[in-house]
């Protein structure tokens, strides 16, 4: 089992930035391929970036592709997304979650492909 607890979000103005952090507990957190997905009202859940076990690997959508940052640091057993230049569109409640796979595919895009779900944290940005 692994469990993980998102933090890091809140309320922003258009063009600000937010730091989502995940911290992860139970199993061997360096074992899992980590992910963000988020869900904006009235929507269904969507892939946003995810991350290879070592980090050295990176997926993104197209939709924050250039504007956000995944990263973890497997010391601290923690993965982050680091959301720049927001806007009214990236609102939402964001989700990590970790994946049992080998390595990090277009497989990593899909919630099918991810074992373990945090609570979400709410992030709303305003225009």
């Known amino acids: 089992q692994v469990q993980l607890v998102e933090s890091g979000g809140g309320l922003v103005q258009a063009g600000g930035s937010l730091r989502l952090s995940c911290a992860a507990s139970g199993r061997t957190f360096s074992g899992y391929v980590m992910g963000w997905f988020r869900q904006a009202p009235g929507k269904e859940r969507e892939f946003a970036a995810a991350i290879s076990r070592g980090g050295g690997s990176t997926l993104y959508a197209d939709s924050v592709k250039g504007r956000f940052t995944i990263s973890r640091d497997n010391a601290k057993n923690t993965v982050y997304l680091q959301m720049n230049s927001l806007k009214a569109e990236d609102t939402a409640v964001y989700y990590c979650?970790?994946?049992?796979?080998?390595?990090?595919?277009?497989?990593?895009?899909?919630?099918?492909?991810?074992?373990?779900w945090g609570q979400g944290t709410q992030v709303t940005v305003s225009a």
């Open positions: 979650a970790a994946g049992d796979m080998a390595i990090l595919r277009t497989r990593a895009t899909i919630e099918q492909a991810y074992d373990y």
